[in-house]
């Protein structure tokens, strides 16, 4: 893996480049201090396959770089990794593409758990800011099907269920890696963990299968 680690902190940078190369060894990291060197990194390679940004660094900061690499429409998997905690921050990376939320205070064990799971495919949000950000939501947007309690039962996660969701529109994997920002070999690997779930041995059956336990409706 080719990860870039946008952080203005060099302690952390070596901290989480140590954590980095245990948890998946070869792995290369890139590192860059500012946002200005993260998007020149950026358009100097198409390699990277995930990003860990930091939202406090002096000039532009972590929303700001977000915003950038959508613009030029970067496709690339990023998770904020920051000691700020603001909600409203937070919630303004994740509807700008954030697959996730991990706090700098926590432990090496704790952060390495919650990459692995990211680097699984999935979105990882510490739980407290999960039912706040959950609340926020409720609040500004009418319910939808993942309060589906049939969603919750079926063992499907919340990647999973975007998957799923995509499927449904006809969706190929490649447009689906695009719409999520992952890679084609991720979305693989949960549309095959769907078709375990669902009973089916291929896309039309799965979303009939879904269909047919309501996991789809509104």
Same mark, same amino acid.
């Given at each position: $893996? ?5 952080? #203005?902190? %060099? ?8 954590? &980095?190369?245990?948890?998946?060894? =070869?792995?290369?990291?890139?590192? +860059?201090?500012?946002?200005?060197? +993260? ?7 198409? %390699? @990277? #396959? ?32 920051? =000691?700020?905690?603001? &909600? ?7 509807? $700008?593409?954030?697959?996730? @939320? ?6 090496? %064990?704790?952060?390495? *758990? +919650? ?5 699984? =495919? #999935? ?9 706040? &950000? ?34 449904? %529109? ?10 999520? @920002? ?6 693989? *690997?949960?549309?095959?963990?769907? @078709? ?23």
């Amino acid at each position: $893996m080719h990860i870039l680690v946008v952080d #203005d902190h %060099q302690l952390f940078l070596d901290g989480i480049r140590h954590l &980095l190369e245990k948890l998946e060894p =070869g792995t290369t990291i890139t590192e +860059a201090n500012t946002v200005e060197s +993260a998007l020149d990194a950026l358009d100097h390679s198409s %390699q @990277f #396959d995930l990003a860990l940004i930091d939202l406090c660094m002096p000039g532009m900061d972590g929303l700001a770089l977000l915003q950038s690499m959508n613009n030029r429409r970067i496709r690339l998997p990023v998770v904020i990794v920051s =000691g700020e905690e603001e &909600l409203a921050k937070i919630k303004a990376a994740m509807d $700008m593409g954030a697959l996730g @939320f991990i706090p700098k205070r926590y432990s090496s %064990q704790q952060m390495r *758990s +919650a990459l692995s799971q990211v680097l699984e =495919g #999935d979105i990882y949000l510490p739980e407290h800011l999960e039912s706040q &950000l959950d609340r926020l939501a409720s609040r500004r947007e009418p319910r939808t099907a993942e309060h589906n309690p049939a969603v919750k039962e079926s063992g499907i996660t919340r990647r999973q269920y975007e998957v799923l969701k995509l499927l449904a %529109q006809g969706l190929s994997n490649k447009q689906i890696a695009n719409t999520l @920002f992952l890679t084609e070999h991720t979305v693989k *690997s949960h549309v095959s963990a769907l @078709f375990v779930l669902l009973s089916a041995n291929n896309r039309t059956a799965c979303v009939q299968n879904a269909e047919r336990r309501g996991l789809l409706s509104n």
